[in-house]
């Protein structure tokens, strides 16, 4: 009984873990194609760094660590390169 409870515990902790993985990375795009669409568009490299960092700034107040530069960067990175433009 134990084995086959502890199977079912480990299975389940490896679905939550693969569905937070893919909630993480959507979050991450979406996150990236807004900033592309809305707000850097065709700017500047140097405003567009400006915009992130500020943003990094301002969501870690909100939510707590977590959103830094680095990862808007990479959201921003994923949305240009990973996904198809619609046309």
């Given amino acids: 009984l134990l084995t ?16 937070f993985n893919s909630a993480l990375v959507l979050l991450n795009w979406s996150i990236g194609s807004r900033i592309n669409k809305a707000i850097l568009g065709e700017v500047r490299a140097e405003y567009g760094e400006q ?30 390169n990973y996904f198809p433009k619609k046309k």
């Fill in 4 to 19: 086959e409870i502890s199977q079912i515990i480990e299975e389940g902790r490896q679905r939550v873990a693969r569905e």
């Fill in 51 to 80: 915009i992130i960092n500020r943003l990094a700034e301002q969501l870690t107040i909100k939510y707590g660590k977590g959103y830094i530069v680095d990862l808007i960067y990479s959201g921003w990175y994923v949305s240009l």
